[in-house]
């Protein structure tokens, strides 16, 4: 790929906070609110499995660079962990990335309210799919530039909160707020932790596209951490704000939580604004997800482990008929949303646990990589704060799995073992 299609440290910083941000922090005052101020403590944790992970992923990008990232460093443990990571990240990504748009498209209806109706809406989230398919095809400098936008436009209502916020913060409604759960204590930090990790989904954006950044060896290790520190400090500062300045009822309640605060701050000509910079945030964060989808598929496929048609890139290193087949399998299980939406089905409850079982996939593909870096790396006293970060890592992603549902788990372990019998499939053929 040329260096100027090449994205550099800030672009690349954008990516992973973006990733993480753009359309995590629409929500999560809102989700959080069913918990409580207690999350706070779940943010603490949570930070501190991030911040692990992104160290081993910043490790591994500068002492062993590779294009696709978690799918590279599970191959290099065990050829079958490479295959079962790589059909698992693709899958629950494309799969996650209609969560980010139908965000995108509920934000939208403040504009448009034909879109609160499933047909319009359905329609209107295959477009946007669509959309970014092509901008994705100009390379990645344009989604990057995107991304950064709308990380600074989202960003904007989000710290104004965090900072100007306190102003209407009241000590007797925090305490109030404190656990809103109806369960103990310890129950509503589990609780909130799940909540908390999900939110940092994306922590690994700048190693999965090594191949698209300039001087990776620098750059991503930098990107990783510092997009991680921005989205931790702008998590906790933006929802335990807002805590302590609406009662968790009205908060839980509400489809646009920054919206709300922005109100109050400026006045009600601020919602609609707030709302539009919100659903561009979702928008391009949707972007930047396929573009990692796109290059996770060129891994897979240059590994021997999806159809050669992933793999194969233009001269600028873009993998069109990759995101092609993506957007196409996004728009069929899009159409199969909008139509049990429209036949009375409980879609919304299926697409929750669908995207509960992607994310959940991506687990795996996280724990794997801080196996890696205790492999690469060794257990020695010279690489101590390597193994601590992994270790920690690896029990962040181990919360994660404690704090989900059943059907999420037997999702999650269920689809894992049936990769595996399609990888013993795939050795079969080569042997014969």
């Not at 499933?118 to 477009?127: F, K, L």
């Not at 698209?212 to 520190?229: I, S």
């Not at 909008?338 to 995207?355: I, P, Q, V």
């Not at 010279?382 to 994660?400: E, K, P, Q, T, Y």
Request: glycine share 10%; charged share 5%.
């Amino acid at each position: 790929m040329s260096s100027a299609k090449k994205i550099g440290l800030f672009a690349c910083t954008g990516v992973v906070a973006g990733n993480m941000m753009g359309s995590g922090i629409a929500l999560l005052p809102a989700n959080l609110a069913s918990i409580g101020g207690i999350a706070i403590w779940g943010w603490v944790i949570s930070i501190i499995g991030a911040m692990s992970l992104a160290y081993v992923y910043a490790r591994l990008a500068t002492k062993n660079p590779q294009q696709g990232g978690p799918i590279a460093y599970a191959g290099e443990i065990s050829p079958a962990f490479g295959f079962q990571t790589g059909v698992l990240y693709y899958h629950a990504n494309w799969i996650g990335n209609l969560a980010i748009g139908i965000t995108a498209v509920s934000y939208l209806s403040t504009f448009f309210p034909i879109l609160n109706n499933p047909v319009p809406a359905g329609i209107a989230c295959i477009a946007i799919v669509w959309i970014f398919t092509f901008v994705n095809m100009l390379g990645g400098t344009w989604v990057s530039r995107l991304t950064t936008i709308g990380l600074v436009l989202v960003l904007i209502p989000v710290v104004m909160t965090a900072v100007v916020g306190w102003h209407w913060f009241d000590v007797a409604t925090y305490q109030a707020n404190w656990n809103t759960s109806s369960t103990t204590d310890s129950h509503a930090v589990i609780k909130s932790i799940l909540l908390c990790l999900w939110a940092f989904v994306g922590v690994e954006s700048a190693a999965v596209s090594t191949g698209m950044v300039k001087n990776p060896k620098r750059t991503v290790p930098l990107a990783t951490m510092l997009g991680t520190a921005m989205a931790g400090i702008v998590y906790i500062a933006a929802t335990q704000v807002i805590a302590g300045m609406y009662p968790a009822s009205q908060m839980a309640a509400s489809g646009a939580p920054f919206a709300i605060s922005a109100s109050t701050i400026l006045g009600g000509w601020a919602a609609p604004m707030v709302s539009a910079f919100t659903a561009f945030a979702c928008l391009t964060s949707l972007g930047s997800w396929m573009m990692l989808v796109g290059q996770a598929g060129v891994r897979a496929a240059n590994d021997g482990n999806f159809p050669k048609v992933y793999g194969e890139v233009d001269s600028n290193g873009i993998p069109k008929k990759g995101l092609l087949l993506a957007a196409v399998k996004m728009t069929a299980l899009m159409v199969l949303i909008t139509l049990m939406n429209s036949a009375g089905g409980k879609a919304s409850d299926l697409f929750g646990e669908l995207t509960g079982i992607a994310v959940l996939l991506t687990m795996l593909p996280y724990f794997y990589s801080c196996v890696d870096l205790i492999r690469f790396e060794g257990i020695n006293i010279r690489n101590f704060v390597s193994l601590i970060c992994s270790v920690l890592g690896c029990v962040f992603c181990f919360i994660a799995l404690m704090g989900a549902s059943s059907f999420e788990l037997a999702g999650t372990f269920i689809v894992s073992l049936i990769i595996l019998m399609f990888y013993g499939r795939k050795m079969h053929q080569r042997q014969n």
